[in-house]
């Protein structure tokens, strides 16, 4: 005996009791459902008002003629002595001032 499984089984029609419950929901669906409003929106243009608390940079700024009142005169720094013997870099950009030449062998055998 040999049994068929692929095959298809035929959509059934709905009854006449089957067709009036769902003739039934729909209504009440209607009934209940609010009504849809169509309303078309319209497009504006955003355009932002002037807030009054910005500050406006409209005021000219003070002319630096000369030394400013209250300020001392900003000097250069620069080393004068004669002890040092130049700069190296230990790690990445970090300035070391080198004195003696042991100093500078040492940095220039470590390891980066």
């Excluded at 080393?79 to 700069?87: C, L, N, R, S, V």
Aim: a positive charge; proline letters at 7%.
């Amino acid at each position: 005996m040999i049994i068929y499984t692929n095959q298809r089984s035929r959509k059934r029609k709905p009854t006449a009791k089957q067709r009036q419950l769902q003739a039934d929901w729909e209504a009440l669906v209607q009934r209940t459902s609010p009504a849809k409003k169509t309303t078309q929106k319209s497009f504006e243009v955003y355009n932002p008002e002037v807030n009054p608390n910005i500050r406006k940079n409209d005021l000219p700024s003070l002319p630096c003629t000369g030394q400013i009142a209250g300020l001392k005169p900003i000097e250069e720094i620069r080393y004068t002595g004669d002890k040092m013997i130049g700069i190296g870099t230990l790690h990445k950009s970090n300035a070391v001032p080198i004195f003696t030449e042991d100093e500078a062998k040492d940095q220039a055998n470590m390891r980066r």
